[in-house]
């Protein structure tokens, strides 16, 4: 039996490309596309390699349009890539730990095409889609190990043959016992309506100063904003009050791990027990966006589910 472990965004894709050839383990729900609005970039990266899956989920390819970033600094914006500037700007995130491959993967994402697509919409319509497959499986209880090609759960213990894992690593790490250090940090979110921000056509801005407590900005819908904090703001209307004269704070949330810090760690013992990660928090790759994970998994499918060893591709 062919598994596919976890019920989050990039795991209900996984069972819409793969086929019922394929079942669901659920884990837990979508951390990131289970809000309204999403807390992270809600949108795939336009793709002609994943075109037909697009249109088969969607019924169409739909339109694409222009996603554009630029750097903040000092309150001025620089939309072109800066080497400096995105090494600065991730020191600020990571400290010592920066990911090597982060700098090549930002240099390509200055402005991009989207598809226009909400991610959490997909994620509500493909839980709608599966949910007597995830209602029946959650009765058999939790995950409590992994071995020997078994997946043990409270109430139930299935053989596999492949696994495609999207659980995030260091909870599949205590299934398989695999001794790996993952460290990570808190994204903190605060969720903005105000006229007073301009970003001057962009979509998103990258806050490159060292001074702020926030690292990145999104445009989300007129007047609306979502702010990425590194830390956690405990007066956050006394804090922001330095940046605009009117504002409403509309909500906040935080999300223990989800800044996965360093180096993709090695997956080659897993991989041996036929165990494939899939995601950003799945393979702690802070660079694997969803299109890039749709790609790998569209991938997989065309090669008659023969997973490609290895996780770096973009």
């Known amino acids: 039996m062919n598994i596919i472990l976890g019920s989050g965004i990039v795991g209900l894709l996984a069972k819409a490309i793969l086929g019922d050839n394929w079942k669901v383990i659920p884990f837990y729900k979508s951390r990131f596309f289970s809000y309204n609005p999403a807390l992270d970039d809600n949108f795939i990266i336009a793709d002609s390699e994943i075109d037909p899956f697009i249109k088969q989920l969607m019924g169409k390819v739909p339109s694409k349009f222009a996603y554009n970033k630029a750097w903040s600094i000092q309150g001025q914006l620089y939309p072109a890539f800066d080497e400096g500037i995105c090494e600065d700007w991730l020191g600020n995130i990571f400290g010592t730990q920066i990911p090597a491959h982060s700098i090549p993967y930002y240099k390509n994402r200055m402005s991009l095409n989207v598809y226009d697509i909400r991610l959490n919409e997909i994620y509500k319509s493909l839980v709608a889609s599966y949910m007597g497959e995830l209602a029946e499986e959650s009765q058999k209880g939790k995950v409590v190990k992994i071995e020997d090609h078994k997946i043990y759960r409270e109430k139930d213990v299935v053989e596999y043959d492949q696994i495609i894992s999207t659980i995030p690593l260091d909870a599949l790490c205590k299934f398989v016992n695999f001794n790996v250090e993952l460290k990570s940090k808190p994204i903190h979110y605060i ?50 009050m330095a940046f605009m004269k009117s504002f409403d704070i509309i909500d906040g949330t935080s999300i223990d791990g989800a ?42 499918a065309n ?12």
């Open 259 to 300: 800044i996965p810090l360093g180096d993709i760690p090695s997956l080659e013992l897993i991989e041996q027990q036929d165990i494939f990660c899939v995601g950003g928090y799945a393979q702690w790759d802070w660079c694997a966006d969803v299109g890039s994970n749709i790609k790998r998994l569209v991938r997989f």
């Open 303 to 314: 090669r008659g589910n023969k997973i490609n060893k290895g996780h770096n591709v973009r």
């Open 191 to 240: 969720h903005i309506e105000t006229k007073d921000l301009d970003f001057e056509g962009f979509n998103q801005v990258m806050v490159a100063d060292k001074s702020f407590s926030f690292y990145k900005a999104a445009n989300i819908a007129p007047s609306r904003f979502l702010i990425y904090c590194q830390d956690e703001l405990p007066d956050p209307g006394a804090y922001f």
